[in-house]
């Protein structure tokens, strides 16, 4: 089992950049692909981007490619989002997921969920 404690949230005007951290506990963080979903009011939870264990093979929505970058540190059980030119679309609760199985833009495939933190993008 593995609990995921997301920071990094905060208010950005656009264009603005933020990078977001997830702390994973547990010894066994090598063996789960990571994520993370966003969620904006009123819609519903959308995948963001993925990397998986092993060889850290990345994936993104289109909507932040380019701009997002996502990483994870083994020795710090931290997996991180850099996200640069901030749009106010971008606004919503990030959240931090873990998966025993495979990398994916699936939100029910991952077992593990933070609280999520909550980014705020002005105009």
């Known amino acids: 089992q593995v609990q995921l404690v997301e920071s990094g949230g905060g208010l950005v005007q656009a264009g603005g950049s933020l990078t977001l951290s997830c702390a994973a506990s547990g010894r066994t963080f090598s063996r789960y692909a990571m994520a993370w979903f966003r969620q904006a009011v009123g819609k519903e939870r959308e995948f963001v981007a993925s990397?998986?264990?092993?060889?850290?093979?990345?994936s993104y929505a289109d909507s932040v490619k380019g701009r997002f970058t996502i990483s994870r540190d083994y020795a710090k059980n931290t997996v991180r989002l850099q996200m640069n030119s901030l749009k106010p679309e971008d606004t919503a609760v990030y959240y931090c997921?873990?998966?025993?199985?495979?990398?994916?833009?699936?939100?029910?495939?991952?077992?593990?969920w933070g609280q999520g933190t909550q980014v705020a993008v002005s105009s």
């Open positions: 990397i998986t264990r092993g060889d850290g093979i990345t």
């Open positions: 997921a873990a998966s025993s199985r495979f990398s994916s833009d699936y939100a029910p495939g991952y077992e593990y």
